[in-house]
């Protein structure tokens, strides 16, 4: 699944530039997680980096964007090949 910003978020700017595939940018009022561009992580990390540096634990993963870890690592791929390019 795409992992999601939720209200609880504090905009301490920690998440933004850990994302390696800048999925994360400031919104309105918090920050938001672009889903398209979300992959967890798969293919760069082990784990999804934004959840690991946020300090009040307000990404989770996203149940209107579910996808598996296989489905993750395709899109992985598919942003890797659109920036070769």
């Not at 992992?3 to 938001?32: F, H, R």
């Not at 996203?62 to 996808?67: A, I, N, T, V, Y």
């Amino acid at each position: 699944m795409a992992l999601k910003i939720t209200e609880d978020c504090i905009n301490c700017d920690v998440c933004e530039p850990e994302c390696p595939n800048q999925a994360i940018s400031q919104g309105e009022e918090i920050y938001v997680i672009n889903p398209d561009l979300c992959t967890e992580c798969v293919g760069h990390f082990d784990t999804p980096q934004c959840v690991e540096v946020c300090p009040v634990e307000c990404i989770p993963q996203d149940p209107d964007h579910p996808e598996d870890k296989n489905q993750l690592l395709q899109k992985y791929n598919r942003l890797m090949a659109a920036l070769a390019n």
